[in-house]
């Protein structure tokens, strides 16, 4: 090794000690008598000092050393005078006797700190500079750690990591397949999987009944903000089971992650039914960090004069609590939320609970205090509380005051990113009835199993019936999911009846 | 979970409990009153009973079940009265109350068996039938197995394990990339990485002084048995550490590895120059598990009175110990052999040490016996030895002296797949001379550094200089390799000049 230790390791229990250090210069100091430099490496920083009294020539030397200099140095521990009590190896410094640079730098074009001056476009084409800041570092490394993890984890469980081939021939998938000409056979392709699906199936049916990948993916999409060309899933396949097993299984690997990388105790996942989490959030993926769940007020408010509400498919609103002293200017801020295209509602209703008992809201001229105060029960309403409502067809209401409720969330503060709300989503509907088409579509894809209990369903009310299909939800991100895929030869094609395109599905089989 | 129990792990201690299993049908014996079946999973094998007599229709069921159905039973766990000591299940079978197919199955083109009826092409075409075979599977297994221990390993030291990205921007590699169009921009092409090369050299500059990354790497070349256009390797990089600290964690990794895997204990691994390598095995990649080395007699036979010893620039050979009595036929197919094209030489020169004390050569026309038993002392060779002599050019003699010395060894049953003999080969020439184009190439590529001892001979004499460079051989299998790097601007510029091709690669370097 050309170093003895790290920049990261060094403590007071090590002061005498002679030691080689290697890194890159983070900053250096010059006072005068003393000059100062702070030498970092993956590990942590090392405060090094050159006396100009003890070796004059040494501090010329290394007054001239710019940033990001690479150095390995040789010197002794001793303790600071100045500690800094903020970097573990702040009670000490090293009294440089040599140095050799080991490699110059320009100086870099963005400062290496925690909160660069760097603006992303830079950083981007600088990459290999952007990594030697903590923070990107950091989530390298915790991308590392969690792969450890999850690996170990599902190796415990008798789960066998096998490679699938990147070089694969196209399957019919949701999106876009990148494509590799073949040179031994001119005109012909081969696709990049955009899931190992096809082959995780084979192995099932070759009897690997716990398999698992860390696997990279590639779809030739648009990019978004988490959408890429290529990512990385963790793709499990089980045989042999229930829901109940792999809800247990993986909700049991979240678990464990957030314990021994995130030194955070999670209880057992909440598990809410598709029905209630568009019924409470208005969407497939709540961020359940925070309550201000939804209240239906059909009963309440139709038939009691109001014409824009008797005319709507649901009237549907949020209590956010304490906010009743909102001005009209935050107000009209969250009418023009709502308003936005992304957002997709006409306008907002509000009533005001406030402080001193009154009852303030933007329907006054058509409903009685009574008919407000009714509202307000339905909400639990307290003094202070201000009720936000928005009124048309379903789904597009559902999906505004689902957005509306996340805003509130962030105004309020009550989407901490420290803290961590992971949930299972179950109970998905099987089929999807577009209105377009007049047909029935797979919600998640047409080998996805019904609920037993359901199946009769399939040909008397296929939209009634139920999937054994989840999602595992955290903080309002969809972060995992899968389905019990049907084994058995007959249901599938009363599936296939049922999505009215089993020729189709057919002919594409293997 | 479908089941209570794997196929695997049922023992006479589980005697009298009820179980259910699942899993695919192995064989089936109708023995009249009693009918048998063998069960299996990835876990193991458990017999199942079906009695005539207690249950006459569910045996009658049992009956009609083919290989490779897909069966869920329950049953009781009952002591063998035939007890089959080869598998941990033979001590119990079960009693079976009830059955259900989960699956059938058509009759498998080929048998599920560790040695399978089909030929290569059947089982490729039936991959998902044949990877249900055992000796396939502990394939997969071992390989998982071993993947999970040298994250492990290299985690424990520090190593971070990155990912690095699959379409990249084409650099120039050894081999043909293959190629994946964009959309996005007409005419342009990614490339699928023939290693993370490029990466991980930028992880070293960004400061992750240890990466590894257990990886997939494309190269579009022609098929040989142990090349594929898709294959994955360990893929490591170090910073500030010289080649002993390499060699040493590596070594660590590969005796780890066998220790856990493999319950082998490898002993410190031996080193061996790439000079010695040539001399004693005539390659790089030395079979160690038996000795067998060259001897070079030159000084002994030539100006002797046989001209096609005088007239070779290398005479070498083996001691094919206790090999004195090969007949006629074998020598002739031994001279066949050398002669092949493959291997190259054109003749075979014997000397036979008879054990009743006569010597008996292709060459005791030319030579005397006292020469012949000369020649003898060189190989130590004993009474019943047979040596094995080539002359010729140098680097032809040796290729071939080194594919007869491997078939003496498969001959002699020298080669045992149980036995393993790891060893470096080290210290490889920095340069190697092309004669056709009259310059130096680069042996492992221009980016190696020489031993520093050997830096002044860059410019004064190339072919001398040694490089840090080194290759882990097991059993005559190159299984990995590295260099240091320069790290100089200086230096490497000496390198390209010493190369006589500085400008292309100055201008291919990013």
């Given at each position: 090794m050309l170093r003895t230790k790290t920049c990261g390791e060094l403590r007071i229990s090590n002061k005498r000690e002679q030691v080689t250090l290697c890194g890159w210069l983070q900053r250096s100091r010059d006072l005068g008598g003393m000059t100062f430099i702070d030498l970092r490496d993956r590990y942590g920083i090392t405060q090094l000092a050159f006396n100009m009294d003890t070796d004059a020539a040494l501090c010329e030397r290394?007054?001239?050393l710019g940033r990001e200099f690479v150095l390995k140095i040789v010197g002794n521990v001793v303790e600071r005078s100045n500690k800094n009590n903020k970097i573990p190896t702040g009670e000490i410094e090293i009294l440089v006797s040599d140095f050799e640079v080991l490699n110059v730098?320009?100086?870099?074009?963005?400062?290496?700190?925690?909160?660069?001056?760097?603006?992303?476009?830079?950083?981007?084409?600088?990459r290999y500079l952007?990594?030697?800041?903590?923070?990107?570092?950091?989530?390298?490394?915790?991308?590392?750690?969690l792969a450890i993890e999850i690996r170990n984890y599902l190796n415990r469980l008798n789960f066998i990591e096998i490679e699938t081939p990147c070089l694969i021939k196209s399957t019919p998938e949701g999106a876009r397949d990148f494509v590799v000409p073949s040179r031994m056979n001119t005109g012909e392709f081969y696709a990049l999987p955009q899931s190992p699906q096809t082959f995780k199936q084979l192995l099932m049916v070759s009897g690997y009944d716990r398999y698992f990948q860390i696997v990279r993916c590639f779809r030739d999409e648009d990019l978004r903000a988490d959408r890429q060309p290529e990512f990385t899933q963790i793709d499990c396949e089980m045989s042999f089971v229930t829901q109940e097993d792999i809800l247990e299984t993986f909700e049991g690997l979240v678990r464990h992650l957030f314990k021994v990388v995130k030194q955070v105790d999670v209880p057992p996942l909440q598990r809410m039914t598709y029905a209630d989490a568009?019924?409470?959030?208005?969407?497939?993926?709540?961020?359940t960090r925070f309550d201000m769940t939804f209240v239906e007020l059909n009963e309440v408010v139709k038939g009691k004069g109001a014409a824009f509400f008797d005319t709507a498919e649901l009237i549907i609103g949020i209590n956010a609590k304490g906010c009743a002293d909102y001005t009209r200017k935050q107000l009209d801020e969250l009418t023009d939320f709502v308003k936005r295209p992304q957002v997709?509602?006409?306008?907002?209703?509000?009533?005001?609970?406030?402080?001193?008992?009154?009852?303030?809201?933007?329907?006054?001229?058509?409903?009685?205090?009574?008919?407000?105060r009714a509202i307000g029960q339905k909400f639990d309403a307290q003094s202070g509380d201000l009720l936000?409502?928005?009124?048309?067809?379903?789904?597009?209401?559902?999906?505004?005051?689902c957005e509306l409720r996340l805003e509130m969330g962030s105004r309020l503060g009550l989407r901490d990113p420290k803290k961590f709300a992971p949930l299972w989503v179950v109970d998905f509907p099987l089929l999807e009835w577009d209105k377009d088409t007049a047909r029935y579509y797979a919600k998640h894809h047409p080998f996805t199993s019904p609920?037993?209990?359901?199946?009769?369903?399939l040909e008397t009310s296929?939209?009634?019936?139920?999937?054994?299909?989840?999602?595992?939800?955290?903080?309002?991100?969809?972060?995992?999911?899968?389905?019990?895929?049907?084994?058995?030869?007959?249901?599938?094609?009363?599936?296939?009846?049922?999505?009215?395109?089993?020729?189709?599905?057919?002919?594409?089989?293997?």
């Amino acid at each position: 090794m050309l170093r003895t230790k790290t920049c990261g390791e060094l403590r007071i229990s090590n002061k005498r000690e002679q030691v080689t250090l290697c890194g890159w210069l983070q900053r250096s100091r010059d006072l005068g008598g003393m000059t100062f430099i702070d030498l970092r490496d993956r590990y942590g920083i090392t405060q090094l000092a050159f006396n100009m009294d003890t070796d004059a020539a040494l501090c010329e030397r290394a007054r001239k050393l710019g940033r990001e200099f690479v150095l390995k140095i040789v010197g002794n521990v001793v303790e600071r005078s100045n500690k800094n009590n903020k970097i573990p190896t702040g009670e000490i410094e090293i009294l440089v006797s040599d140095f050799e640079v080991l490699n110059v730098s320009k100086t870099p074009p963005f400062t290496i700190e925690d909160k660069s001056d760097g603006g992303d476009e830079l950083r981007m084409k600088y990459r290999y500079l952007d990594l030697r800041r903590t923070p990107v570092r950091q989530n390298l490394e915790l991308r590392h750690h969690l792969a450890i993890e999850i690996r170990n984890y599902l190796n415990r469980l008798n789960f066998i990591e096998i490679e699938t081939p990147c070089l694969i021939k196209s399957t019919p998938e949701g999106a876009r397949d990148f494509v590799v000409p073949s040179r031994m056979n001119t005109g012909e392709f081969y696709a990049l999987p955009q899931s190992p699906q096809t082959f995780k199936q084979l192995l099932m049916v070759s009897g690997y009944d716990r398999y698992f990948q860390i696997v990279r993916c590639f779809r030739d999409e648009d990019l978004r903000a988490d959408r890429q060309p290529e990512f990385t899933q963790i793709d499990c396949e089980m045989s042999f089971v229930t829901q109940e097993d792999i809800l247990e299984t993986f909700e049991g690997l979240v678990r464990h992650l957030f314990k021994v990388v995130k030194q955070v105790d999670v209880p057992p996942l909440q598990r809410m039914t598709y029905a209630d989490a568009m019924r409470f959030y208005g969407c497939d993926k709540p961020d359940t960090r925070f309550d201000m769940t939804f209240v239906e007020l059909n009963e309440v408010v139709k038939g009691k004069g109001a014409a824009f509400f008797d005319t709507a498919e649901l009237i549907i609103g949020i209590n956010a609590k304490g906010c009743a002293d909102y001005t009209r200017k935050q107000l009209d801020e969250l009418t023009d939320f709502v308003k936005r295209p992304q957002v997709g509602a006409s306008g907002l209703t509000y009533i005001k609970f406030n402080t001193d008992g009154s009852v303030k809201s933007s329907i006054d001229k058509f409903f009685s205090e009574d008919v407000l105060r009714a509202i307000g029960q339905k909400f639990d309403a307290q003094s202070g509380d201000l009720l936000l409502i928005l009124s048309g067809e379903t789904e597009p209401m559902q999906k505004a005051l689902c957005e509306l409720r996340l805003e509130m969330g962030s105004r309020l503060g009550l989407r901490d990113p420290k803290k961590f709300a992971p949930l299972w989503v179950v109970d998905f509907p099987l089929l999807e009835w577009d209105k377009d088409t007049a047909r029935y579509y797979a919600k998640h894809h047409p080998f996805t199993s019904p609920k037993s209990e359901d199946i009769d369903k399939l040909e008397t009310s296929p939209g009634d019936v139920h999937a054994n299909a989840y999602d595992m939800v955290i903080n309002g991100v969809e972060v995992g999911g899968g389905s019990i895929r049907i084994h058995d030869r007959t249901l599938q094609n009363r599936m296939f009846q049922a999505l009215q395109h089993a020729v189709m599905f057919f002919i594409q089989s293997p």
